[in-house]
């Protein structure tokens, strides 16, 4: 696919089919977002594959009831490690570039999936202690955004989105 096809045809799914997403698949995936640029390339992130049926619920329920989480076959939980970026960017490493990382670490990991046929949401509302619990991560890995995998039930109309016009600023 093109890339320009790959970024018309995403769509936020929320309803997938009971069907497993291969090894293979996953493994590409994974890959991907492993390509994404991060702060001076200290990959300042950690990434959490949730596949457990009980540990998928819990993640639905952490994540203020949103239960189609827990009907996507796996879910990707991605972290910041800001120390990591703490170490060599202070502050704006800590707060700031561990988030980018690990934001577009996610990017590359959904657009992976729709190349694969596969359908995907970002998620960002959910409890980020009760994520950490259900992941068991160690404190200073803080999810920052989760991503149900799984095969598409459904086809979404495109959301409407701002024009260019009124989101791009030009300065000379
Ligand atoms: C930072 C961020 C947080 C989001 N959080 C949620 C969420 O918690 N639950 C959800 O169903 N969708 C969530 N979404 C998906 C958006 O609702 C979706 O991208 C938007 O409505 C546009 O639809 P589209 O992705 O199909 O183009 C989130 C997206 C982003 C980028």
Redesign the pocket.
Known sequence: MQFFDVIQQ?????SFLQRPVAEEKLRCILEAANTAPSAGNFQSYEIYVVSGKRARLDLARA??E?L?IAGAPLTLVFCTHSARSAEHYGKRGEKLYSVQDA?IACAFAMLAATVLGLGS??????ESDQVREVIGSPPGIVPV??LPIGHSAER?D??E?RGVKDLVHWVQ
């Open positions: 995403r769509r936020s799914i929320r994540a203020h949103q189609f934001a949401v970002w998620v960002g509302s959910f955004a989760m979404p495109p959301q989105r």
